[in-house]
């Protein structure tokens, strides 16, 4: 199947500093990246939706200047999270979006953990 | 508005069989998937389903009734191992992934 990763997986890092977190499709094009965020006990909560070459669009609430996603290739996109706040912990996961054959599957990559102290 | 409904929380026995559904009202269908997630895990994909019936893969298995907006995922000879969330998910007329909360799922001995 296909493989999505993600680096790094955990990541701490202090106040006031920005977070680089890589999104790559292994064995795929993507031309469409997600990029989720998850609290504790929550269910996912989709942050942009990210498409080759263009900008990304953010969802209702999410601040793009703080969170900047880059999608460069078809390949890899990134997050960053600039001026880390402790709130902005949390586990990020992203997704990539396979467009050949019929089902138009996501999938998954392992996740990053951020802890901002 | 675009909803998905499932349960916050199951609990069965190791060996027995659970049904965990999931109901919808989206903008558009283009299909329902079943993910499980462990704690601290990214979510795997369990199932698809696109059209009306039961998609069988093992001890899971998957239904769907879209004039009802309703699914539900039946895991049989419960392992202790199921125990993680399960994640209904439509995908909307946008190809866009519409969430449910999950269903945390607990195993007991």
């Known amino acids: 199947g296909a493989v999505v990763s993600q680096h790094p997986s955990r990541v701490i890092c202090k106040s006031g500093t920005s977070v680089k977190i890589e999104c790559r499709s292994l064995?795929?094009?993507?031309?469409?990246m997600f990029w989720y965020r998850q609290f504790p006990k929550q269910s996912l909560m989709l942050m942009a939706t990210?498409?080759?070459?263009?900008?990304?669009?953010?969802e209702q609430g999410v601040e793009k200047d703080k969170f900047l996603i880059n999608h460069a290739s078809l390949t890899l996109s990134t997050l960053t999270v600039t001026s880390a706040h402790p709130e902005d912990s949390s586990f990020y996961i992203c997704?990539?979006?396979?467009?050949?054959?019929?089902?138009?599957?996501?999938?998954f990559g392992p996740g990053t953990r951020l802890t901002v102290t | 508005g675009q909803n998905i409904d499932q349960p916050t929380e199951m609990t069965a026995t190791e060996g027995a069989i659970v049904q965990i559904n999931c109901t919808y009202q989206?903008?558009?269908?283009?299909?329902l998937f079943w993910y499980q997630q462990h704690a601290g895990e990214a979510p795997t994909f369990l199932s698809y389903?696109?059209l009306d019936g039961l998609e069988e893969k093992g001890r899971f298995s998957s239904f769907l009734s879209r004039s009802k907006g309703y699914s539900y995922l039946l895991l049989k000879e419960l392992q202790m191992k199921d125990s993680a969330s399960y994640l209904c998910?439509?995908?909307?007329?946008?190809?866009?992934?519409?969430w449910g909360a999950g269903t945390k799922l607990i195993i007991k001995p």
């Open positions: 989206t903008s558009g269908f283009n299909g």
């Open positions: 064995d795929f094009q993507a031309t469409t």
């Open positions: 998910a439509v995908r909307d007329r946008d190809y866009q992934l519409i």
């Open positions: 389903n696109v």
């Open positions: 997704s990539a979006r396979d467009i050949t054959g019929d089902s138009y599957e996501q999938y």
């Open positions: 990210s498409n080759e070459g263009s900008k990304a669009t953010y």
